[in-house]
């Protein structure tokens, strides 16, 4: 059983693709599934009515759920179906049997066949793949055939019996199918040089094959044989399209267990993938909380030795992520590119993902954690002197110098407190000012907290880059408060962090939790002030539209709409209505020009 509550699980699944497990109370697997999506594909088991008896069964037995995130559907086929074979879960059906995904084999012999098959036979072949449909392997095939004669035929063509001439030519090569090596009419190395061309396009890395054919499309074009250059051209199209084939699964990387290993301040998530035979099997990321300021590599070789014994794996072989003092007998590989590194980056985005999740539990079941692990975070990142628990953001407001308005919003605990907003109308500038105007609120703000003998922030946070900055910077040193308040300006364009006093700024993860409170205070002073930009410019409207009628003030104005709370109820009201505000002449004026 999980310590974690099912419930709780749900509603932190990612919106990824991937496969999940679902166990009973005993631990026992009841069910392997894949998922385009795996947050709607699991939580529909527990909120639609099933109509399949079997289901609503398996469903009431679900105690625990784990998942693997992967990077496509694709390859959660794959998974899914290296699961369901290893664990053979009681309400799995499909996939169950031994039926397998679909390779591309080049036969160890002499002149290799190509041909495609569902069984890996350990006798030097090479096997690419697996596949996700038989179609796109009789595609490829196809296509590799019709650019180069292959044989077809099962024959042993060893020098001795070639040159004892034991074979005859067959149809394959009057069709042109065939250069008929079995009769010494093909090299071998030429032979060889097609097989080198072929594993390239198997692959993926079609230069060479591409350049060809557009050399044949071409040459067929300028022959006026359009209906043959056409044919090349789809041929073209199709390698273009196609992509090489999934990381999930590779025959060559066997029996290797792979480490990775995310952590932040408090704590560190080791991720676990098994693979046997070629096929991931396992997957398993723990949380390990931290006790000292232990190292990520400490961390990962008592992670790797623990996990080890509690799945009693006794494979020799063991990618990580960076080499790490293990028990002499296991072998750690570092891998730098293909599909070992992309083992490894598989591993590590699961384990990111579990973080990630755990982040979602924490903040429902223990906000204050939380809270404490994005303060000391950000600290961190942004280089402080203390934990940033109250935070004030600054942002201007104004259309060419007219109306211009400032606002202050007001962050406690990463958590917005809008009782403490405060707007500001710029009293001191003329004209389109932004850095005038951020130097006045600035000092305005905390002349009045000091005033007050309220508490200051431990970060300031102003919109803009470093003009606005070093405005801010001056009414704190004519408050004696430079230095004894955190301060940085944002810049929208590449969200550059700016110091003061350093012209270099800092880039933070756009991933970063640090970022996005950053972000989310500079987008609420924007609104905060924003709207109280547009509320000014409406009053000043509604106002010069009154005003704008011969002999009505700004006095006449201000009761009118006191009256009738609206221009267009004015715009509306009878002569006798606006009799009761005003008198006789103005009424009738005030009429006549609305009328």
């Not at 431990?458 to 955190?486: F, M, N, T, Y």
């Amino acid at each position: 059983m999980s310590d974690i509550p099912l419930a709780l699980k749900l509603n932190t699944l990612p919106d990824s693709p991937g496969v999940y497990q679902f166990f009973d109370n005993e631990g026992k697997m009841l069910y392997v599934g894949k998922a385009k999506n795996l947050k709607k594909r699991v939580s529909s088991y527990f909120t639609k009515t099933h109509t399949n008896g079997k289901t609503r069964v398996m469903v009431k037995k679900i105690d625990n759920l784990k998942h693997i995130v992967v990077k496509t559907e694709s390859d959660a086929l794959l998974l899914e179906s290296n699961l369901i074979k290893e664990n053979q879960p009681r309400y799995n059906v499909l996939l169950k049997d031994d039926k397998s995904y679909p390779w591309i084999c080049i036969k160890n012999e002499r002149f290799p066949r190509v041909f495609p098959t569902r069984k890996l036979i350990k006798d030097g072949s090479e096997y690419y793949g697996p596949y996700t449909s038989m179609k796109t392997v009789k595609v490829l095939l196809e296509l590799i055939k019709s650019v180069y004669p292959l044989r077809t035929c099962n024959y042993d063509l060893s020098k001795e019996k070639i040159e004892a001439g034991k074979y005859k030519l067959c149809l394959e090569y009057h069709l042109g199918n065939c250069k008929g090596p079995c009769v010494g009419l093909q090299s071998d190395e030429e032979y060889s040089q097609q097989i080198n061309d072929i594993r390239e396009i198997i692959k993926g890395n079609f230069k060479s094959s591409l350049h060809y054919f557009k050399g044949q499309m071409q040459s067929l074009a300028s022959e006026m044989k359009y209906e043959r250059a056409q044919l090349i051209k789809e041929k073209i199209d199709i390698l273009q399209n196609y992509q090489a084939k999934s990381t999930i699964v590779n025959p060559k990387i066997n029996d290797v267990d792979v480490f990775s290993i995310i952590s932040d301040n408090e704590f560190a998530y080791v991720n676990f993938l098994q693979l046997s035979h070629g096929s991931i099997v396992r997957s398993h990321t723990i949380e390990i909380k931290k006790k000292l300021e232990e190292s990520d590599k400490d961390l990962l070789e008592l992670a790797i030795v623990d996990i080890r014994q509690r799945f009693k794996t006794s494979s020799k072989k063991v990618f990580l992520p960076f080499d790490c003092a293990l028990p002499s007998d296991i072998h750690v590989s570092v891998p730098k590119l293909g599909d070992k590194k992309k083992l490894v980056e598989l591993s590590e985005r699961n384990a990111k993902y579990f973080r990630q999740e755990r982040f979602k539990q924490i903040k429902i079941t223990d906000p204050d954690r939380h809270t404490n692990r994005i303060m000391a975070q950000m600290k961190i990142d942004l280089r402080l002197s203390a934990e940033p628990r109250h935070i004030e953001c600054f942002d201007n407001s104004n259309i060419q110098g007219s109306n211009p308005v400032a606002a202050c919003v007001v962050f406690i605990n990463g958590k917005p407190l809008k009782k403490e907003y405060r707007h500001y109308n710029i009293k001191t500038v003329v004209g389109p000012d932004d850095f005038k105007s951020m130097e006045e609120v600035v000092y305005r703000r905390y002349k009045r907290l000091i005033e007050e003998e309220r508490g200051l922030p431990q970060l300031i946070v102003i919109d803009g880059g470093k003009g606005q900055l070093s405005s801010a910077l001056k009414s704190l040193e004519a408050l004696g408060l430079r230095g004894k308040i955190a301060i940085i300006g944002i810049a929208k364009r590449l969200e550059e962090i700016y110091f003061p006093d350093d012209p270099i700024p800092l880039y933070l993860d756009k991933k970063s939790e640090s970022l996005k409170i950053i972000q989310q205070l500079r987008n609420e002073a924007h609104r905060f002030g924003i709207n109280h930009h547009r509320n000014i410019r409406s009053k000043g409207a509604i106002s010069s539209e009154l005003e704008s009628i011969d002999g009505v003030g700004k006095k006449t104005a201000t009761e009118l709409l006191k009256h009738f709370k609206s221009v267009k109820r004015i715009k509306q009201a009878t002569l006798e209505d606006l009799l009761q505000v005003t008198g006789k002449a103005m009424a009738k004026k005030i009429y006549e020009s609305f009328h």
